[in-house]
Nanobody, 120 residues
Framework: QVQLVESGGGLVQAGGSLRLSCATSGNIFSINGMGWYRQAPGKQRELVAAITSGGSTNYADSVKGRSTISRDNAKNTVYLQMNSLKPEDTAVYYC??????????????WGQGTQVTVSS
């Protein structure tokens, strides 16, 4: 079994910063891509940022220049540093990871989500 546990969400004023963390645990042999998605009320879930096992990154245009995704492969953890937050960043943020188990099977996993609320 594999678990993804997010932390770091909360309420912040516009212009503020938050750092989200997602720690993975369980039967993990290796982790390929990791990413952060968000879903605002009444909207579809969307990609915020992603990072490959080699460290290549890509960002949604809406957060580019304001957010940085990073990962600590030794800790099997991915981070999302968000700066200059805007009210439109308000959403539930989900961690995602493609994880290969010790038996060689690759699965896509999601965290339970962490709420980010940005007040104006």
């Amino acid at each position: 079994q594999v678990q993804l546990v997010e932390s770091g969400g909360g309420l912040v004023q516009a212009g503020g910063s938050l750092r989200l963390s997602c720690a993975t645990s369980g039967n993990i042999f290796s982790i390929n891509g990791m990413g952060w998605y968000r879903q605002a009320p009444g909207k579809q879930r969307e990609l915020v940022a992603a990072i490959t096992s080699g460290g290549s990154t890509n960002y949604a245009d809406s957060v580019k220049g304001r957010s940085t995704i990073s990962r600590d492969n030794a800790k099997n953890t991915v981070y999302l540093q968000m700066n200059s937050l805007k009210p439109e960043d308000t959403a539930v943020y989900y961690c995602n990871a493609d994880i290969r188990n010790p038996w060689g099977y690759l699965y896509d996993y999601w965290g339970q989500g962490t709420q980010v609320t940005v007040s104006s």
